[in-house]
């Protein structure tokens, strides 16, 4: 073996593995402080809710959303595909969680019907309406045109959130750091 071949033998075995490239999924791992641009409009995170059930991964992310003074919420569903949906908080109030109906009229004749109702662990950062690593109840509706009413319950607190399913691909996400 020459000489040339030994030395090219031990600089390769000196040679660093190559580190595996993380990927990223921005559905999921937005921070407070990014950007996002929803069809043509952008939106700095100032809040974010993550919803798990104990001993399993994330299934659904809240993103608050400020512009300006205006806030709003996207939501993301986690599933085969991600299910996104930009909504606006709604006012109003109920007293016990017992009491939720399984079908909302709201004005000018929309009427929604129950699609699910689940019990989560929510995960919070920055301002949003709910405590950290706590019980929170989630009633999911739906009415004609893709239009969606999420209502949110923790200790006593109602969200409702009134808004459109809108498709993946009108999110784009910047990174703030």
């Not at 996104?84 to 007293?95: A, I, K, P, R």
């Not at 309406?129 to 607190?157: H, T, V």
Request: hydrophobic share 35%.
């Amino acid at each position: 073996m020459s000489i040339f071949k030994r030395v090219g033998s031990i600089l390769k075995s000196n040679k660093q593995p190559d580190q595996p490239v993380k990927t990223t999924n921005s559905f999921e791992e937005t921070n407070l402080g990014d950007i996002l641009i929803i069809d043509l409009e952008e939106y700095v995170v100032s809040g974010k809710v993550v919803y798990f059930d104990r001993g399993f991964a994330p299934h659904r992310f809240a993103y608050y959303l400020q512009n300006g003074k205006h806030i709003s919420c996207l939501l993301i569903e986690k599933g085969r595909t991600y299910e996104c949906f930009m909504l606006e908080f709604v006012e109003g109030s109920l007293d016990d969680p017992n009491d939720v109906p399984t079908r909302l009229e709201v004005g000018d004749n929309l009427v929604y019907e129950l699609e699910h109702y689940r019990t989560d662990m929510a995960r919070t950062e920055g301002n949003t309406d709910f405590r950290n690593n706590d019980d929170l109840l989630i009633w999911r509706y739906f009415a004609d045109q893709d239009r969606y009413f999420f209502l949110q319950w923790q200790d006593g607190k109602y969200v409702a959130l009134e808004g459109a399913k809108i498709p993946s691909g009108l999110i784009q996400f910047m990174k703030s750091k």
